[in-house]
């Protein structure tokens, strides 16, 4: 029979895929002998059936669990739901990758009407059992039934003000009973069922409600965020309780080994005394600096240390864990490689290399390379910082400038992103519910909770900015203002905050760039020792390309020179030219074009000074750059041509498929006069910088859209002898070459003849998934969300490259070409360039560079070291 | 050193790749010992040569032609350019395939001031000898330099008017000395040189002239019309002159040994007494038919009835033939494979079989499949025909009911054809230029010319109708009106005309379709002996339907449901689908659907009574169903909302790519309920038809547009569930397969994993096409020419498969899927499937079936016979 349940003792760290992380991890700290309360894992796999078997849990895994259950009751030497001795569990999810979306904890699970009795006996302390039994309740009825935490929330505080309590402490264990009785008649009014008193239902409840969370929309949001797969499943960690609320001899908190903002080598966390975990994370009291430990419970403390230590010696990297204390005894109920911003990742490596703890190949492995985005975005412009007001502090949660307009809701954050506003999310404090709200702003400001709130730590795993525990920040959820240092600010006013300092401004501070340098130029150096691919840029100007070679760029792989002609003195010239009515007419138009994309690749090479330069040919369907209302009128005007007659040539030029109409080659092709001028001005550019830089330029040039070897041969004879013809013009000969862009499936399909005329491929991969999925990128948002939803698409396929499908047809072309040539060329452009497991990915079938944004430069050298590194294990 | 010149003696017939129709035929005829004028021919890799070489005859061919031609003069005792005795010759062009679009013919090569008089002295006969240099001149400014032949008949009418003639053999042999020097000086001075007079520059400036005539407009259209890959050439063919124009006892004549029009076996042809060669082709006198020849010349006619059964016996095939009789002596100047209509092909295939010439499998593959299309359209309506008057009668050119509005120049005639319009183009006589004008139209109908005429040999290789030598019949061009039969009918006015009767009719008359009996019967029972591909229809109405199953089909291969959905009682409902606000609103629009499917669905069932037929689910993008203008008034009444908001709706409707949208699987995956009320009523119509027609019906549902098979999975869930639920109501069990298009590239690519999920492949060639290319079909059009002209596609890959490319794809995927499933059932739809070639490429790779329009379907039944014989030879 398949085995479903593991005790923690039957587990290792290596299994983390069968146990998720939380689970592994219990199971590897009980093996080296920590002190962790006993307890077992229901499977990933036992999700998974779950889900294939229509949402009904097997017996077997029930009687499996029941098993497990027993042999606790024995070693605890209580039992479950008993009046006397009672053992209580905690139920917690935990996925192969540690998941904010999904459900979290419910303590205290075993207790009812006849268990809190015995609790209270045990115990001699019937405030705490009532306590725990009222945690409990709402816990249960908010994760498990989905009755919201805050109406409880109204119950607890109407009877408060009924008793004249301020405070919750104040609570007799009277009251508690009350609230108690309170809650459950609450639970009934709005379920129709009494609160169930049998543990058994109670926890196979809760099994069930761990397995559903999996699929629930925030996990589906973050999976997507994140890159994880919807097969996975999670797995359930039963365990059992101990309390951290039994008084001030005990407590709960959360800790790293190192400081997971910055790096620092410094024990970090946080703690509360007499509490139960949740309301740590939860953020709703603002918990000590767990320092104070040291000062409350210095034994306990030292145990603690000694404790991290291991940890972090036994895993090799910075661990993040929860603990426990009862009446002075210390548990540890979770640990894990922490969550950290880029910069202390960098950090972080950086220190445990110097320390020998682990290597060079090691720390590059260890950065996500992506989150490197985080260091490469603007820092606060310091002269434009000065004329703003500062109007308070809260905490440094993460990392980053952040300057935007203050929207007080998710929702409301996400519809002016998408009118294009900058956006600040504020929040008292936030929850899974806030996740997408955080994903779109430009940084999150919250009011409660503490460096390890749910704030923080979400923040931090995405690379956004964060200020936490701002608590002298007043917040009108109704008038949808805030007041903070005298300033009343309503929705839709600029505020500006520091995450790295916590300050925060009123008004929009200038941003400016970032630069590479220390631990990120360390390790840059370290990335380009190991990667084989070459990185270049997407850059068509020269403020990119020259960001792009601070970054570390090798070239330029894609200068799209559409993007030249959108400038305002240039538009009404390309607008002549495509609506010239012959021949001659369009050469007139072209001869001032050619000025221009003269300058603009003069510009180029010379900022590149050797690096190669690839200059793809006029892509675009012409109708792009068409004029519309009041532009008509003047260009009608300048052509001397009437108004009707110019619309009407608009309209002409209506396209209904235009991603799939005439652009790329094909406008090379009907009109050879426009790749003749872009040759024209990319060899007389090539010639005069060649001067200017003291070397040869040699120019790529790349004949977008080809689906024929023929469309090639066509429009390269057309480039030659242009190009001939000004060398021999000026008397100078340069190399160049002419290659093509590899975006349709058939390109891909008949690499084989196509090389036997290209120098290059660079594989556009926009454009390749867009046909080789039949998906129009602009129109797929439509429905998109619907295949998220239900599981068909587990990422964007423009975001990160569909490896089975178009990673086939690049494969193919890349061997194919090869074959006929082995000395092509090949390379990768579009989105897919600075996309980590896309770089892997062209790593692997031997592809020799990819180009990519010039932000996304050294994201990209830094996975391409992590590709060479792992095709080399 | 290669050969580029052959002489008649050194080919033969089956060297027509390097020698042409033309030249390998005179070659066959010459070793056969017939009466073949000595000559020699310059292959066709002379020809393509001389464009690799930019435009310039190599050395080595002139050389290599100088010798044949010297070989030559000793042979016939005569020098090139002699004053005393010149040898003359004809230069013709000749590719594989006979190709009416190039330069065909100059004769008389090789007179001049000096020879002309040789010729005269010679003969004895000066005015033969100058009106052969008169006919040189006009012939070679003509065809060598593009200077107008009716300039030249402007000069001849005027000399004639001042002499007071009315026909040319009124001219005296002063009159054309005057007449050649009159063309000499009219040569000069439009071409700003002396006429040539040497024999060997004359010779090297035709030869050239007919390389370049391979690619000239009219020959790459028609290329394109008739699949001729460009890099073919053309050969050219120099052979000495013998004179038709000598006198009465000379003449010259076109004949086929069999009918071309209708078949029958009978010496059919032409024949004029005292002429050259071009005055019969271009119809400008009106020729004796050829039985004429027995009267005027017994013993020559004997003579060549007996060469005509040699030649037919000896390439067992009809044959075409050219003849001139010089002073009583018969020689032949070319024979050919006939061309022929339709009709004709049958009836010459069954005659073969019937006579032993030929075995069943060789008339198979004898008659072009896609010209059956000729018999399979519409005859006129004997009742509508009773109504019209008959106005005229011609000769019946090339068979088939033609009706139409008059137009007059090919130009007018395709402006009209593009507005919709059904056109009749009528010319005095048709010219190469007129070949487009001709494809478009529903008929021509020429004045002069007879059965042998370019219109006519044109019109039965295009398989249009065609009625010539209308004499009675007057053309005013300038105003654009013609009188026939004292009606005036002017441009636009409808005539109607019979090509197989040659009646003419005033007005437009009903046309009904053609049945399939006779020889067609014939043929048609042989195919399905020797085919092994299934014949489906693509048909959504029980008309079409029923017409399929008329001509042979063998199931529904392809039922668009959309289709059904635009008629004017249900559009409505389907909009209230697409823009209801909820789910709840769109299911009330779709219980209206659901009745008018399950009739559609229940009515094709009844047809194909009991054969296969596969639903596709509605696959376009929903936008396309939208109201416009006053509908949308008409929607926004009936739905009861505002008319912006409706407006709105449809505008947010819009897509930028809708080709590569939200449709086809995406649609049933966004909107399951739409997927639903499709599975219902096609269950529900096949439970209720089964019971009709005595048999269980088994419908095959065909997802569109799968890119993963996750989506199929998706789909596939729905329409399983709604069909057992819907089997469970009413107590039936049927059994239905559940299929998939293979129409992206990617679920070719990943076949392997969709055929896990479907039972059968169709692979969607359109949009297959479309996406592989990255060219949208409705876009394509504006520079498809562009692509024909400068020879990058040979044929539009929406016409005729691109096996390259595409058919690659279908390979993979067919042969990943079976791998999969073994039993997996593969077929084709869209245009491809009626496509003769395509039939035969999906038959080499293994497909099932192909499904295809109605009226292609006993094409596809002989296509996919001689896809099936040449396979098995």
Redesign the interface.
């Known amino acids: 029979m398949k085995k479903w349940v593991y005790l923690f003792e039957e587990g290792n760290a290596n299994m983390r895929e069968l146990l998720g992380g939380k689970g592994a991890n219990l199971a590897e700290m009980t093996n080296l002998g920590l002190p962790i309360p006993h307890g077992f894992t229901i499977t990933t796999e036992a999700c998974m059936d779950y889900f294939i078997n229509n949402g009904v849990i097997r017996d077997d895994i029930l009687d499996q669990a029941n098993k497990a259950l027993k042999l606790l009751e024995e070693k605890q030497g209580k039992k479950f739901g008993d009046i006397d001795n009672p053992l209580l569990v905690s139920v917690r999810s935990g996925a192969r990758a540690s998941m904010p979306g999904m459900m979290d904890t419910i303590l205290n699970l075993g207790l009812n009407d006849q268990s809190v009795k015995g609790l209270a006996s045990k115990t001699g302390n019937p405030r705490f059992a009532y306590d725990s039994y009222r945690r409990f309740i709402q816990m249960f009825s908010d994760v498990v039934m989905g009755l919201a935490k805050s109406e409880f929330e109204h119950v607890l505080a109407k009877i408060k003000s009924e008793k004249g309590y301020t405070y919750d402490y104040e609570l007799t264990s009277e009251d508690l009973v009350e609230v108690v009785n309170t809650y459950k008649a609450f639970y009934k009014e709005n379920l129709n069922v009494e609160f169930p008193q049998d543990p058994n239902e109670q926890l196979s409840l809760a099994i069930e409600a761990v397995f559903k969370s999996w699929n629930n929309e925030r996990a589906i949001y973050y999976r997507k965020l994140n890159d994880i797969p919807s097969d996975w499943g999670t797995a359930v960690n039963i365990q059992s309780m101990v309390f951290g609320n039994m008084g001030d001899t005990s407590g709960t908190g959360v800790a790293f080994t190192r400081n997971p903002a910055t790096g620092e080598k410094n024990i970090f966390g946080e703690y509360l005394i007499n509490a139960q975990g949740e309301d740590v994370v939860a953020g709703i009291r603002t918990p000590s600096p767990i320092s104070r430990l040291e000062i409350d419970m210095p034994l306990v403390y030292k145990d603690f240390i000694r404790i991290a230590d291991i940890l972090e010696n036994h895993y090799h990297d910075m661990q993040d864990m929860e603990f426990t204390i009862e009446n002075g005894k210390l548990y540890f109920l979770q640990t894990r490689n922490g969550k950290r911003t880029a910069q202390a990742a960098l950090e972080i490596a950086c220190q445990m290399v110097d320390e020998g703890m682990i290597t060079k190949e090691e720390a590059i492995l260890r950065i996500e390379a992506k989150t490197l985005d985080q260091l490469l975005h603007s820092k606060f412009d310091e002269e434009d910082m000065k004329t703003k007001a500062c109007i308070g502090k809260g905490l440094p949660a993460s990392p980053g400038a952040a300057a935007g307009r203050v929207y007080f809701t998710a929702m409301d954050a996400k519809e002016a992103a998408k009118s294009g506003q900058r956006v600040i999310l504020v929040r008292l404090e936030t929850s899974p519910e806030d996740i997408e709200g955080m994903h779109i702003a430009q940084g999150t400001l919250t009011c409660h909770g503490g460096m390890t709130s749910h704030a923080a730590v979400v923040a931090r795993g995405m690379g956004k900015a964060c200020v936490c525990g701002c608590n002298n920040c007043d917040i009108d959820e109704v008038g949808k203002t805030m007041t903070l240092g005298g300033k009343l600010i309503r929705q839709g006013d600029y505020i500006s905050f520091d995450g790295s300092t916590g300050y925060i401004y009123y008004g929009d501070i200038k941003t400016n760039p970032a630069q590479i340098d220390g631990n990120l130029e360390k390790i840059m150096a370290w990335a380009d020792e190991y990667r084989t691919l070459q990185i270049r840029t997407n850059a068509d100007t020269v403020k990119d390309a020259k960001r792009a070679r601070e970054f570390g760029a090798e070239g330029i792989g894609l200068c799209r020179s559409e993007h030249m002609f959108f400038g305002s003195e240039r538009i009404p010239e390309i607008r002549k030219m495509i609506l010239a009515r012959n021949t001659r007419q369009r050469e007139e138009a072209l001869v001032k074009l050619e000025e221009f994309q003269y300058e603009d690749y003069k510009g180029l090479y010379e900022v590149m000074a050797g690096l190669p330069v690839t200059i793809r040919l006029l892509d675009p369907p012409l109708h792009e750059f068409l004029p519309k209302a009041d532009d008509i009128r003047d260009l009608a005007a300048e052509m001397g041509r009437e108004i009707e007659e110019v619309e009407a040539h608009c309209t002409e030029l209506h ?8 652009r ?1 080659c ?1 406008l090379a ?2 009109y050879p006069e426009i790749a003749q001028m872009q040759a024209r001005a990319i060899i007389r550019a090539a010639i005069d910088a060649s001067k200017t830089i003291g070397q040869n330029v040699k120019p790529e040039i790349m004949v977008p ?1 080809i ?2 070897v ?2 090639l041969q ?1 429009v390269k004879a057309t480039l030659v002898n242009e190009i001939e013809n000004v060398m021999a013009q000026k008397g100078v000969k340069l190399d160049y070459s002419i290659g093509t862009m590899i ?4 390109a891909a ?2 690499s084989d003849e196509i090389a036997q005329e290209a120098e290059f491929f660079s594989f556009g991969t926009n ?1 390749l998934t ?7 990128r ?3 948002g ?2 998109l969300n ?2 998220y939803h ?4 587990e990422s964007d396929p423009f975001a990160k490259l ?1 490896q ?3 990673g ?2 690049i494969q193919l072309a890349a061997s194919q070409g090869k074959k006929v040539r082995p000395e092509l060329h090949l390379g990768i452009c579009g989105e897919h360039g600075g996309e980590p497991s896309s770089i892997e990915f062209v790593n692997q079938i031997g592809l020799d560079y990819v180009s990519c944004s010039p932000y996304r430069v050294p994201i990209a050298r830094l996975a391409a070291a992590q590709a060479s590194i792992k095709l080399n294990k």
């Open positions: 396209e209904f498929n235009p991603m799939m109409g005439h790329g094909r092709i009907t859209l689906g024929d023929k469309e066509n975006e349709t499936p058939r399909l008949l454009d867009q046909m080789t999925f039949g998906l129009s602009d129109d797929a439509k429905f619907d295949y239900k599981h068909i698409y569909d089975n499908g178009v086939k047809l």
